[in-house]
């Protein structure tokens, strides 16, 4: 999350953090950014959950139910 903390220090807009957001991303996350349908995502916000949400890994509580 060193970007989110980046983005947030200088209080950086919605549109300088999409320009930098793929400077941090490599291999499958990179892929999945430019993958993007163009307009599909309209704030900032809902473009880190949608990655959050599709690369997060297992809780750990339920590796070992």
């Known amino acids: 999350y ?3 903390w980046y983005m947030n220090v200088p209080k950086a807009t919605d549109e300088i953090k999409f320009l930098c957001f793929p400077l941090y991303l490599a291999g499958v996350t990179s892929l999945s950014f430019i993958r993007l349908p163009p307009k599909s995502v309209d704030r900032f ?3 880190i959950l949608k990655f959050k949400e ?3 890994l297992p809780r750990l ?3 070992f139910l």
């Open 61 to 63: 509580r339920t590796l």
């Open 45 to 47: 916000n809902d473009l």
């Open 2 to 4: 060193r970007y989110e």
């Open 54 to 56: 599709q690369f997060r």
